[in-house]
């Protein structure tokens, strides 16, 4: 089955050291815009990436702003809207939708329907036009799609006010997208359950599927197929973050007091984590430690790397064993900070990327060395790596080894040439094996006072 191309999906933009492989809630920050934070506006959207503000908060906050300043600025910013005037606003708002989950082929797929997307004006997208920004920072459909699509009246602003081509938006405008929506499969594996009371879950993440929903993806996300099977109106409040491709330990919160509790332990760093990834080369014997700051280069395609002026972030690897047939080394990763990408972005660095990595491992967007000791030239990777998934498989080293079949190398997500009858949307073809996953894995977390702890059993590819 084919499956479309991304639509208007915002992002969130506080920085909250709260995840594993992300401490700040990222900008487009996958491959294909696939894990960037959709603007369904979801009740738990304001507790899993933002810390709680108090009124002694925003007391401090007002204390520090110059008198001058505000009256300068009194009318610059726009007032927020209340929850009942953003549905005043949103008329081509989705009726609830049930999802129709198809089984088939190792996937679970969802028929495709009707969808709006909703978001208040980003900063960045201040006095720019619409056309612009869609260009800019949704790679998935074609310009001619959104230039279509607003002047058919798809695009409104504040609820009411079509867009045109020359629409410029505004701090405070409200914008709603209506398309018909295609979701790319995912592996049909089910949420596993390590732990859960009346307060929490320890969940085992399935390989391949985004936490919550985001970009192309939103019934077929970890929040969304929890509320399918459980039914109710109860809202799955996620406390951590794994990467879409990453599986592993999760903790899942029925109610906010055990979010908010949850998140405290993980932000302020009384919890150790501890991941599994099978990586390229015999990995040396002792300890690494790889203290390198890390940089988002490109938001937009989920591309970071080592710089001297990114974030600082450290991480400890640990040899488990090497496979000296197939030459692949099993390594246990223990992440001291959580940057984007941590783990993946310096085993890169080390010049021991996860194997099946379609970013990091990539020989067509980093060369034979595979970016080993950091790169710099940030243009060129860009353009490469913009190409994958479209005309161009995402393919990691393992890829082109003899442990991949013909056959599933001939499988991979791809521009069919080939549209959408209803909609005119752009199709995909189904992702191959290679890309429902990649080899790292959240095995455990515990509480560093020993109050609990969490493990997942090893997952196959690393027994």
């Not at 129709?100 to 960045?124: I, Q, S």
């Not at 049909?188 to 929490?200: F, Q």
């Not at 390989?207 to 019934?219: E, T």
């Not at 592993?248 to 501890?274: C, N, Y």
Request: hydrophobic share 35%; with cysteine.
């Amino acid at each position: 089955m084919a499956s479309e191309a991304s639509a208007l999906a915002p992002t969130t933009t506080e920085p909250i050291d709260i995840t594993d492989e992300l401490v700040e809630a990222p900008i487009l920050d996958s491959l294909e815009n696939d894990e960037a934070p959709e603007l369904l506006i979801p009740e738990f959207k304001g507790l899993a990436f933002r810390p709680v503000k108090t009124a002694e908060d925003e007391a401090r906050r007002k204390a520090r702003i110059p008198p001058e300043w505000v009256k300068k600025n009194a009318t610059a910013k726009q007032p927020k809207k209340t929850r009942a005037e953003r549905k005043k606003l949103n008329p081509l708002r989705s009726e609830k939708y049930t999802p129709e989950y198809v089984f088939e082929d190792g996937l679970r797929r969802v028929k495709p329907y009707y969808f709006t997307f909703n978001t208040f004006c980003k900063e960045r997208w201040r006095d720019r036009t619409l056309v612009d920004v869609f260009q800019s920072e949704f790679r998935d459909r074609p310009i001619e799609y959104y230039e279509q699509a607003i002047k058919e009246g798809s695009v409104l602003i504040n609820g009411t006010v079509k867009s045109t081509l020359e629409t410029v938006i505004k701090d405070g405008d409200y914008i709603s997208h209506k398309l018909h929506r295609h979701e790319p499969p995912v592996s049909d594996r089910p949420v596993g359950i390590v732990y859960e009371d009346d307060r929490i879950m320890a969940i085992n993440k399935p390989a391949g599927v985004p936490v919550h929903p985001a970009g192309r993806y939103h019934f077929n996300s970890v929040v969304e197929i929890l509320k399918f099977e459980r039914g109710g109106d109860w809202n799955p409040l996620p406390c951590n973050r794994l990467d879409r491709l990453t599986s592993g330990l999760m903790f899942i919160a029925k109610t906010r007091e055990a979010a908010e509790d949850m998140m405290s332990q993980l932000k302020t760093r009384t919890v150790k984590k501890q991941y599994v990834a099978r990586v390229k080369g015999n990995f040396p014997d002792e300890d690494v430690e790889v203290d390198q700051p890390i940089l988002s280069i490109s938001p937009k395609l989920g591309l970071n790397q080592v710089r001297a002026n990114g974030k600082h972030a450290k991480t400890v690897f640990q040899k488990i064993s090497y496979n000296a047939e197939k030459d692949y080394s099993i390594v246990r990763a223990l992440p001291l900070t959580g940057r984007t990408h941590q783990i993946r972005v310096h085993l890169q660095f080390l010049g021991h990327p996860i194997m099946n990595d379609p970013i990091y491992s990539n020989r067509k967007v980093f060369g034979p060395n595979l970016g080993k000791g950091g790169t710099d030239n940030d243009e060129d990777l860009i353009t490469r790596l913009n190409r994958m998934g479209k005309d161009e498989v995402a393919a990691a080293v393992e890829y082109y080894d003899d442990m991949m079949t013909d056959y599933v190398k001939r499988k991979a997500e791809l521009m069919t040439g080939e549209v959408c009858a209803d909609c005119g949307t752009p199709l995909y073809s189904d992702p191959g094996e290679q890309e429902l996953g990649i080899y790292l894995h959240a095995i455990k977390y515990e509480c560093n006072e020993g109050n609990w702890a969490y493990e997942t059993p090893m997952p196959e590819w690393a027994v």
